[in-house]
Nanobody, 125 residues
Framework: QVQVLESGGGSVQAGGSLRLSCVRSGSTVHERCTGWFRQAPGKERERVAWIYGGTGNTDYADSVKGRFTVSQDNAKNTIYLQMNSLQPEDTAMYYC??????????????????WGQGTQVTVSS
């Protein structure tokens, strides 16, 4: 069965960088969607980025555009989220989520069936 496992979180100072990794098992990232979500205590969940494995197309939330970059490595069946110029407002639990369907409908939240356990990102001033 499909599983995803994210890692790479930690504590950094404002302006610093982190790279999160998401390894998918059970099926490939190719031709499927992988999304990055985050949620801070007391706040709603936010989809910060996604990538469609068939073309490499990506999209980002306005709050992270120009600072975050999502990419994939098909050989490793892994999705990355490069996070630069981190700000305290980026502090949250970050989750990787993956779809089962072999299509590019990455904006449909209900498609993200498989979720990791999360990795904490903390940014201090």
């Amino acid at each position: 069965q499909v599983q995803v496992l994210e890692s790479g979180g930690g504590s950094v100072q404002a302006g610093g960088s982190l790279r999160l990794s998401c390894v998918r098992s059970g099926s490939t990232v190719h031709e499927r969607c992988t999304g990055w979500f985050r949620q801070a205590p007391g706040k709603e969940r936010e989809r910060v980025a996604w990538i469609y494995g068939g073309t490499g197309n990506t999209d980002y939330a306005d709050s992270v555009k120009g600072r975050f970059t999502v990419s994939q490595d098909n050989a490793k069946n892994t999705i990355y989220l490069q996070m630069n110029s981190l700000q305290p407002e980026d502090t949250a639990m970050y989750y990787c989520a993956a779809t089962r369907a072999l299509d590019d409908r990455c904006r449909i939240d209900g498609y993200y069936q498989f979720w990791g356990q999360g990795t904490q990102v903390t940014v201090s001033s």
